[in-house]
């Protein structure tokens, strides 16, 4: 039955496909196994998010987050405001999540089972590949092409709350490009991720990971005990309480409203 | 008023005694008549400046314009007949009173703390004299100078419990929630501690601070010296994160006197074992964050100066290079949570319950922990409440317990714990268990170190939990002790800005909203909402995040300082955060006054205001850990 409508959907789709697959063709042109030999844990990925609102004038921002993966770690970095959040997949399926101050140095540590949102860390899927698998699964599946590392699967799906498309690496558990509009008319918003690169060189990976294993940490509990130190007492006004990390959607894997949603930190 | 007219009378009076026996003469010349003398009485009311308890006032005078009336201005004199005041009331007036339970209870308590307070001052030769002789006041006092003399180093053990900012309102509010939780009204509930005989106060402030740190203040409590905010051990001349200042101003502890007297010595925190309070148990640092090496800047580490886990792990060593003559064993139970610090920063020392992709944070590659049981063969290291549970106390003569990487869990959390953890009662019977093998006796400190944390993150249900798991590890203490030799104290470091507001009617939920006497329904704030008995002053603020019971979840969430509408809120639940006045990215400290709690020989020393480093010196007095330490370095 998925075949079927794959097919279907290979012909009415054929220009966002062609679009995706060149970009995936440039990103793994040295890649044409059939089956993918690239391991999804050691991996970093940079994506360019565009946010375009039609609300009053047609403004458009653009900003970039960059995945990073090593083992049960995952990272999101934000350039834009110097703030890296990680988190670690314990045994017991428990995350850790861990935010990194990258302008001062400085790194808050929690308990596992932190809340985000103002629930609690279960969704690691989420993390993992910036989309949840449980918004996959909402999904409608479009069309399926290439192999290896290059097979790619288009999803989509039209609701009320809007339009969403998701161009998907399944054995990389990486978007491709990622889409989202709400609203019609002058009312309508979209958000839409380009992966811009990937990277599997575990060094590179590695150092990232070990430089922010350099910064000072200081354990959640402990932020009350120092009043002497400026950058826990000034913690709020540094970002240290923020909105989302991909900001699209929630641990649930559903949208965001729109005009709750900010990239910034 | 009666006038009376006198003049009659004495006429009378002069007929009956004018007789004589000579001739009568001739009648004299009628003289005019005389004035009249009168005489009024006037009802005095209760409460009149002359007769208090009602009377008559008589004056009396000549009536002088013979109006029959005595005017004011024909009064010579005024005396006044009072009625008795009440000295005595009887049985029957004073039935509602006697018959009170209330007043039955106090009665009895008079007569306790009498008794109470006999046992302790009364030397074992004198007690029965005291009690029963009247003896001048300067014979009493001889007496009772000789006899606290007596008392001193009667303690032979001393367990020291620090709840981490466990304020008043913090025990009023544990005791309440926990008499809730066994289906009392609540206010009338005693927490463990709240039974103790003798109990004080103590100023919590540090040298430099009016609102202290945990630092300053534990360092009063074990050295008997006030100091800075911020650092362990050290006296006020220390600079703080200066390494190069601390030579010199390093302070000697009851744990360390107690251990060169060769007592046993343990330590206990639900807290890092690293962090301020049980690190000033046994370490002298410039800076209480200098908890491993990792920590450090770089010029302390070339300086000489070592981090706080090191300074554990070598604590012997450490003591006997200090102080000359010294020969100790080392701390004999060691117990909390921050394993981190004693590992290695390698993902290959990970423990099995590690929550971080690598465990340790030490940057000098060393592994304290097997450090620690290469120089102790003696010595078991668990991490685990498998672990621990497989401990015989009886055997074993060292334990190091590192249940945490970072802070051991809440109470009200510790089952999501991945290896599990022991309790802070549980572990408080294992170091006992443990630590009273050793015919010298011991030192033990238990610290409740997440009562704070609780608070800091704005959550009146973790701290108050662990408060009340608290009191549980100081019941434990006293069931496994003997009151005659060995001082229990049970204190905090400082407060919190925490309150019990409003007027919510006697069995209202602690951590409900208020409804007042005589009500089903929420009271309401001049904004037209409910609001919740406990608050605080500062902080993040509201959060409802249901059956949540880590309290430090709040943090993730944004600061919501100031009221909110709790109408369709469940107030009572282990997420619910109360509301914060000033919005602070977490709760602070207070500068309150907080208590000191005491059983046990030489307790009778609490009572009163106190400055924060008397807990020390009632230790040292009640156990003479200064003698005892003295002759132990004479005698090496």
Request: charged share 20%; aromatic share 8%; net charge negative.
């Amino acid at each position: 039955m998925l075949n079927l409508l794959h097919r279907e959907f290979i012909v009415k789709n054929n220009y966002l496909l062609t679009l995706a697959l060149t970009t995936i063709s440039g990103l793994y042109s040295a890649q044409t196994f059939a089956q993918c030999e690239l391991n999804p844990d050691i991996l970093n990925a940079s994506y360019q998010l565009t946010s375009s609102s039609n609300q009053t004038a047609k403004t458009v921002h653009q900003s970039q987050i960059n995945l990073w993966r090593q083992g049960n770690t995952v990272a999101h970095q934000y350039p834009q405001t110097d703030i890296t959040e990680s988190w670690y997949l314990l045994a017991n399926q428990q995350i850790k999540p861990s935010r990194y101050f990258d302008g001062y140095q400085r790194a808050i540590e929690y308990q596992p089972g932190e809340v985000v949102h103002g629930k609690t860390e279960k969704d690691w899927s989420y993390r993992y590949q910036l989309v949840s698998n449980k918004l996959i699964e909402q999904l409608t599946l479009v069309n399926e092409s290439g192999q290896g590392c290059k097979r790619t699967q288009r999803f989509s799906k039209n609701s009320p709350n809007g339009l969403v498309t998701l161009t998907w690496l399944p054995e990389l558990k990486l978007i491709s490009q990622f889409s989202w509009q709400q609203g019609k008319g002058k009312q309508q918003v979209t958000e839409d991720w380009k992966l811009i690169e990937v990277g599997h060189n575990p060094a590179t990976i590695k150092a990232f990971f070990n430089n922010l294993s350099q910064y000072k940490t200081t354990d959640y509990a402990d932020i009350g005990d120092d009043h002497s130190d400026p950058f826990l007492t000034q913690m709020v006004t540094l970002g240290f309480v923020e909105h989302g990390a991909s900001g699209f959607y929630d641990v649930q894997g559903h949208a965001l409203e729109a005009n709750g949603h900010q990239h910034s930190h | 008023m009666k006038n009376l007219n006198l003049t009659l009378v004495a006429i009378a009076i002069m007929s009956l005694t004018a007789c004589s026996d000579g001739d009568d003469g001739q009648n004299g010349t009628d003289g005019s008549n005389g004035a009249t003398s009168l005489i009024t009485q006037t009802a005095l009311p209760l409460g009149d400046a002359n007769c208090p308890n009602t009377g008559v006032r008589i004056d009396s005078g000549v009536d002088t314009d013979a109006d029959g009336t005595l005017q004011a201005s024909e009064i010579s004199a005024t005396e006044y007949v009072c009625a008795p005041g009440k000295t005595s009331v009887s049985s029957n007036e004073l039935l509602t009173s006697v018959n009170n339970e209330w007043f039955l209870a106090g009665q009895q308590q008079i007569a306790k703390a009498r008794q109470t307070w006999l046992n302790a001052t009364a030397s074992e030769a004198g007690a029965n004299s005291q009690a029963n002789n009247a003896k001048t006041a300067s014979t009493l006092q001889v007496s009772q100078a000789a006899n606290l003399a007596s008392l001193k180093g009667t303690a032979k053990n001393m367990i020291l419990f620090v709840g981490d900012g466990m304020g008043i309102s913090t025990v009023t509010a544990a005791r309440i929630l926990e008499g809730q939780l066994k289906g009392k009204m609540g206010e009338e509930h005693n927490l463990s501690f709240d039974t103790f005989a003798f109990s004080g106060l103590a100023k919590t402030y540090n040298v430099d601070a009016q609102t202290p740190d945990s630092a300053g203040t534990m360092t009063a409590m074990m050295s008997g010296v006030k100091t800075d905010a911020g650092v362990i051990g050290v006296n006020e001349q220390v600079e703080r994160g200066d390494c190069s200042t601390v030579a010199g101003t390093e302070l000697v502890t009851a744990l360390e006197l107690a251990e060169i007297a060769g007592k046993s010595t343990g330590i206990i925190s639900t807290a890092r074992i690293t962090h301020a309070t049980p690190a000033a148990t046994y370490a002298k640092s410039a800076d209480r964050n200098w908890e491993d090496i990792s920590d450090m800047p770089a010029e302390a580490v070339t300086a000489g100066c070592k981090d706080i886990a090191d300074q554990l792990v070598n604590f012997e060593a450490n003591l006997e290079a200090r102080i000359t003559g010294a020969d100790v064993d080392g701390i004999d139970v060691v117990m909390g949570g921050g394993r981190r610090h004693f590992l290695p920063k390698d993902t290959a020392f990970n423990s099995p319950d590690a929550v971080s992709s690598t465990e340790g944070d030490r940057t000098d590659g060393r592994d304290l922990t097997a450090e620690w049981q290469a120089k102790y063969a003696d010595g078991v290291y668990v991490y685990d409440q498998a672990g621990f549970d497989a401990v015989d106390a009886n055997s074993t003569k060292r334990l190091m317990g590192l249940f945490n990487e970072s802070h051991m869990q809440y109470e009200a959390d510790r089952h999501n714990d991945i290896a599990g953890e022991p309790s802070v009662a549980q572990m408080t019977a294992k170091a006992i268990d443990i630590l009273d093998n050793n015919d010298e006796g011991f030192f033990l400190m238990v610290e409740s170190g997440r009562i704070d944390h609780g608070h800091h993150a704005g959550s009146a249900y973790n701290a108050l939990t662990d408060t009340i798991a608290f009191s549980d590890a100081i019941t434990k203490a006293v069931e496994m002790t003997d009151m005659s030799d060995t001082l229990i104290i049970v204190t905090a470091d400082h407060g919190h800005v925490f309150t019990i507001a409003g007027y919510p009617k006697r069995g209202n939920p602690i951590l409900g909203k208020v409804v007042g006497v005589g009500s089903e329904e929420p009271a309401t704030a001049s904004d037209g909402m409910p609001y919740t008995t406990l608050g605080y002053t500062n902080g993040r603020g509201f959060k409802n995040l249901g059956t949540e019971t880590d309290a430090d979840e709040g943090y993730g969430h944004d600061i919501a300082a100031g009221r909110h509408d709790l109408s369709d809120i469940d107030t009572q639940t282990a997420g619910y955060h109360q509301e914060a006045l000033v919005p602070m990215s977490s709760e602070t400290h207070a500068g309150e006054d907080v208590g000191i709690y005491a059983q046990g020989p030489g307790a009778l020393l609490v009572n009163g205001t106190n400055e924060q480093s008397v807990v020390y010196h009632v230790m040292d007095f009640a156990a003479d850990l200064t003698t005892q330490a003295n002759a132990a370095l004479a005698a090496n």
